[in-house]
């Protein structure tokens, strides 16, 4: 995966975790239902052309349309949909993210905003963090 495609994730993965902090899980689900819509809190783009956004009781389906890649983010403690049913190039990934690695400093500061640096659990620098918060990881 290219560098530009991390980042498209992972700023994805931020802005969505962000608009639904307050509504939906944000732990492990601990006894599954099947029943249960595990987001009940749902956004869909209203500016942004470059992705698309749908949704399954648990798990939600990110499309980047600049790069054609398919994400799929499933709710951590439920079981993970067949990838027979996705392309081959699909990426599945637990939500919430527990923790981060990342090669860049820069996304440190998106990370102090969550409220969730101490997920970093790899740095390729601690060199240029600006973030007070970040930098307190590493001293």
Do not use: H
């Not at 495609?5 to 006894?31: E, K, P, R």
């Not at 029943?35 to 980047?64: C, G, M, R």
């Not at 090669?103 to 390729?124: C, E, Q």
Request: contains cysteine; negative net charge; proline residues 4%.
């Amino acid at each position: 995966m290219m560098m530009r495609d991390c980042y498209t994730l992972y700023f994805s993965i931020i802005g969505l975790t962000t608009v639904w902090a307050a509504s939906n899980l944000q732990t492990c689900v601990t006894s599954y239902d099947p029943s249960v819509d595990y987001f009940p809190v749902k956004s869909s783009p209203e500016i942004a052309q470059d992705f698309t956004l749908s949704y399954k009781n648990n798990y939600k389906v990110l499309v980047n349309v600049v790069t054609n890649e398919t994400f799929v983010l499933v709710q951590c403690g439920t079981p993970s949909p067949s990838s027979s049913f996705f392309s081959n190039n699909t990426k599945f990934f637990s939500v919430p993210v527990q923790r981060v690695w990342t090669l860049d400093t820069s996304s440190i500061a998106f990370l102090d905003l969550l409220g969730v640096t101490s997920s970093v659990k790899v740095l390729s620098s601690e060199a240029y963090i600006t973030s007070a918060c970040g930098q307190k990881l590493f001293e």
